[in-house]
């Protein structure tokens, strides 16, 4: 291979990675946001969608205890850090097992 060949060939792989990265511009360029309601927030829902949610047919309706059962669970972990807190700050032995913390009688 003589050094003319490989400096065609290396001009054609340039040329084409350039006209790769200019076709790639331009059809970023080309969308003009006609229909964002602010720039960045351009979500459109699909033909049929309710403009309101609540009380059509897509309302997920979901329980209230399903709902409050995260925060029940995070309240009763943090009553279990309480008591470890407690027992760690009185003993100085840290003990992950709540059940297995003696309690004063």
Same mark, same amino acid.
């Given at each position: 291979?003589?050094?003319?060949?490989?400096?065609?060939?290396?001009?054609?792989?340039? !040329?084409?990675?350039?006209?790769?990265?200019?076709?790639?511009?331009?059809?970023a360029?080309?969308?003009?946001?006609?229909?964002?309601? !602010?720039?960045?927030?351009c979500?459109?829902?699909?033909p049929?969608?309710?403009?309101?949610?609540?009380?059509?047919?897509?309302?997920?309706?979901?329980?209230?205890?399903?709902?409050?059962?995260?925060?029940?669970?995070?309240?009763?972990?943090?009553?279990?850090?309480?008591?470890?807190?407690?027992?760690?700050?009185?003993?100085?032995?840290?003990?992950?097992?709540?059940?297995?913390?003696?309690?004063?009688?």
């Amino acid at each position: 291979m003589s050094i003319i060949d490989r400096s065609v060939k290396f001009t054609f792989i340039v !040329a084409g990675a350039g006209a790769l990265g200019l076709a790639m511009v331009v059809s970023a360029a080309a969308y003009d946001g006609t229909n964002c309601k !602010a720039p960045g927030n351009c979500w459109e829902p699909k033909p049929g969608y309710p403009e309101k949610v609540a009380g059509s047919k897509y309302d997920p309706k979901h329980d209230p205890k399903e709902v409050n059962k995260q925060s029940e669970s995070i309240k009763a972990m943090e009553a279990r850090n309480a008591q470890r807190v407690q027992y760690f700050e009185k003993s100085g032995k840290f003990v992950y097992d709540v059940s297995k913390i003696p309690t004063a009688n």
